[in-house]
Each structure stands twice: as C-alpha cells, then as structure tokens.
T-cell receptor, first 114, second 115 residues
Framework: QKEVEQDPGPLSVPEGAIVSLNCTYS??????FMWYRQYSRKGPELLMY????GNKEDGRFTAQVDKSSKYISLFIRDSQPSDSATYLC??????????????FGTGTQLKVEL | EPEVTQTPSHQVTQMGQEVILRCVPI?????FYWYRQILGQKVEFLVS????????KSEIFDDQFSVERPDGSNFTLKIRSTKLEDSAMYFC?????????????FGPGTRLTVL
C-alpha cells in the first residue's frame, strides 16, 4: 500500500462548481497535512495546512482532515478558471534529525472551464 | 516577498557527466531540502540539510548525490555521474525551523535532461 494515495484525475468542472479533492494515507506518524498547488513547470505553492482533525477554512478553500479514517480533503467553492492547476496533498512526520520530510500524493489535475 | 531561487532553469547534460544544481534559500531559513519530480510522477523527497549536515536522506539519495552549502547563501545538489533516469525536475525548498508545523517554501525548479 502506498503511503499517500491521490486520484490523479484529470478533473474538469464548470466555473462556479464546488470541487472536492481527496487523499488517503497509511502512515499514522503523519502529523501535519498540507495542500499545495502546482502550475505547469513551476514549483509547488502552499495553499493550506492543518495538523488536527476537523475543518479549516481560508476564503474559497476548506481543508478537512479525518485522522481516524486517514483521509484528507480540499474543497474549492465557486471555482474559477485561475484555479486550474495540479493540486498536491502532502504530509509530514518529524525526522529523527530534525527537519520535516514531506510525502506527496501524485497530484490531481484540475481544469475549471468557462 | 522573499522567495527561493534556483539556477539554471533547464540543464541538459550527457549521461555520465557531473551536474551541479544551485539554490538560494530564503535568507533566515535554517532547513534546506531537495525534492525531485520525474515527469508525470509525484514529488519525492531526496534530502534535508541543517547546520551543514544531512539530517535525513531517502533511498534515492545514493552515493552519486551530494549536497553542500558552500557559503552563507547557496545550497547545491551535485550529481556525480548522471544517468538517464536522473532526468526530472529538481526542487529546492527551505523552511525557518524544520518543525512539523513549519512551512516549506519551494523554488521554481531546475529541469534536468540527461541524454
């Protein structure tokens, strides 16, 4: 079983739709959960992070974590064409030597159409 | 806003050659990382670096790889003898402290093509 699983898509939605992106994980040591956005041929850009079960909202974005089910989600409300990108879930556990190794999902490619 | 920068943006090399990928992390950050992303695959952790030492490395980071912070600003990844399968995007990242709640800031990446 992969440590982090994410549906690669592609996912195509009309402008204004609610988008749901999901990841599951198997490693109970993960403490910190992130969503990154990556545009083509660019570096990942942090969107949201959370470290507890429940919901966290930031504008049109809501991150949800269910540690008991090892499941995380990102919801995008009122999606816009500018949201078209690849969305990566990432998780971390503290390294023995310090630092913070991120384990990424494969990314879901999202296209928001006019 | 401070950002991580990487040079070159694209590097083409022949198999067996050495390459050095360069990064300038955000200036007050203490932890530095390299990740790679093979085309169509996920971003993978290579190595973390703190206080002039490797703090963790993945199984990908074998003896052909090395990292260095040669001065107060640059952080480099050296691949000693490149292979075709080293072709990928290489991302540098830095974080202020390295705790689990710390944000890692990624650079734009260097695309390495090994012919």
């Amino acid at each position: 079983q992969k440590e982090v699983e994410q549906d690669p898509g592609p996912l195509s939605v009309p402008e204004g739709a609610i988008v749901s992106l999901n990841c599951t994980y198997s490693n109970s040591a993960f403490q910190y959960f992130m969503w990154y956005r990556q545009y083509s041929r660019k570096g990942p850009e942090l969107l949201m992070y959370t470290y507890s079960s429940g919901n966290k909202e930031d504008g049109r974005f809501t991150a949800q974590v269910d540690k008991s089910s090892k499941y995380i989600s990102l919801f995008i409300r009122d999606s816009q064409p500018s949201d078209s990108a690849t969305y990566l879930c990432a998780m971390s556990a503290i390294l023995t030597g310090g630092g913070n190794k991120l384990t990424f999902g494969t990314g879901t490619q999202l296209k928001v159409e006019l | 806003e401070p950002e991580v920068t990487q040079t070159p943006s694209h590097q083409v090399t022949q198999m067996g050659q050495e390459v050095i990928l360069r990064c300038v992390p955000i200036s007050n950050h203490l932890y530095f990382y390299w990740y790679r992303q093979i085309l169509g695959q996920k971003v993978e952790f290579l190595v973390s670096f703190y206080n002039n030492e490797i703090s963790e490395k993945s199984e990908i980071f074998d003896d052909q790889f090395s990292v260095e912070r040669p001065d107060g600003s640059n952080f480099t990844l050296k691949i000693r003898s490149t292979k075709l399968e080293d072709s990928a995007m290489y991302f540098c990242a830095s974080s202020p402290q390295g705790t689990s709640t710390d944000t890692q800031y990624f650079g734009p990446g260097t695309r390495l093509t090994v012919l």
